[in-house]
T-cell receptor, first 113, second 112 residues
Framework: SQKIEQNSEALNIQEGKTATLTCNYT??????LQWYRQDPGRGPVFLLLIRENEKEKRKERLKVTFDTTLKQSLFHITASQPADSATYLCALVGTGGGNKLTFGTGTQLKVEL | KAGVTQTPRYLIKTRGQQVTLSCSPI?????VSWYQQTPGQGLQFLFEYFSETQRNKGNFPGRFSGRQFSNSRSEMNVSTLELGDSALYLC???FGGGNTIYFGEGSWLTVV
C-alpha cells in the first residue's frame, strides 16, 4: 500500500541553523509534491510545490529537493527563526489526475533561541 | 484576495445527528476538496469536486457525502454521526489539477 513517512520525532534546532525535514514514500508515483506548514488549530498553509521532473525549488529561506529515484523529498529552512516553529507536512499528488493529496504524518519543528 | 472560507468554524453535535459544512473556494477556483484531520489518522482525503462533479473519492463510508454548486461553493454532509467523526474538517481549493492547493481554516466538529 502507499506510504508516506516523515520524521516521526520532533525536530529541535537552534535559531540560525538550517532545519532539514525528510519525506519518504513507497508504492507511489507522484506527479508532484507539496510542502505545507500547519500551526495548531489552523489549516495547512502552502509553502512549495515541486513537480516530478524538477530536482530543486527555492523560495526565500526555503528549499525543497525531489529525488524520484530515492523516492524522497528534503525540505530545508535556512537561517531558522522561532517563528518557523510549526508542523510541516509533505503531500503527494498522483499521476491519475485531480487534486487528491496524500499526506505524510508531519514533522513538528521547534526552533529555540 | 480572499482565501478559502469555511463555516461554521466550531460546532458540537450529538451522536446520530447529521451535519452540513460549507466551503467557499478562492474566486476562480473550480476544484474543491475535503479532508478530515484527526490526531490518530492525520490528514485524510474525503473527496474532490470539479465543475459540480465528484472527481476523486477517498476511503470513507457512505455517511460522508458532498456536493458542489455552479458557483464552485461546496458542502459536505455527514449523516448518523459517530463519536469517531469528531475531527477538524478542512476544505481546499485550486484552479484544477497540477496547481497549488489552498486550504481553509477548517471546521471543528465535536460529536458527543
Amino acid at each position: 500500500s502507499q506510504k508516506i513517512e516523515q520524521n516521526s520525532e520532533a525536530l529541535n534546532i537552534q535559531e540560525g541553523k538550517t532545519a532539514t525535514l525528510t519525506c519518504n514514500y513507497t508504492n507511489y508515483s507522484p506527479a508532484y509534491l507539496q510542502w505545507y506548514r500547519q500551526d495548531p488549530g489552523r489549516g495547512p498553509v502552502f509553502l512549495l510545490l515541486i513537480r516530478e521532473n524538477e530536482k530543486e525549488k527555492r523560495k526565500e529561506r526555503l528549499k525543497v529537493t525531489f529525488d524520484t529515484t530515492l523516492k524522497q523529498s528534503l525540505f530545508h529552512i535556512t537561517a531558522s527563526q522561532p517563528a518557523d516553529s510549526a508542523t510541516y507536512l509533505c503531500a503527494l499528488v498522483g499521476t491519475g489526475g485531480g487534486n487528491k493529496l496524500t499526506f505524510g504524518t508531519g514533522t513538528q519543528l521547534k526552533v529555540e533561541l | 484576495k480572499a482565501g478559502v472560507t469555511q463555516t461554521p468554524r466550531y460546532l458540537i453535535k450529538t451522536r446520530g445527528q447529521q451535519v452540513t459544512l460549507s466551503c467557499s473556494p478562492i474566486s476562480g477556483h473550480r476544484s474543491v476538496s475535503w479532508y478530515q484531520q484527526t490526531p490518530g489518522q492525520g490528514l485524510q482525503f474525503l473527496f474532490e469536486y470539479f465543475s459540480e462533479t465528484q472527481r476523486n473519492k477517498g476511503n470513507f463510508p457512505g455517511r460522508f457525502s458532498g456536493r458542489q454548486f455552479s458557483n464552485s461553493r461546496s458542502e459536505m454532509n455527514v449523516s448518523t454521526l459517530e463519536l469517531g467523526d469528531s475531527a477538524l474538517y478542512l476544505c481546499a481549493s485550486s484552479f484544477g489539477g497540477g496547481n497549488t492547493i489552498y486550504f481553509g481554516e477548517g471546521s471543528w466538529l465535536t460529536v458527543v
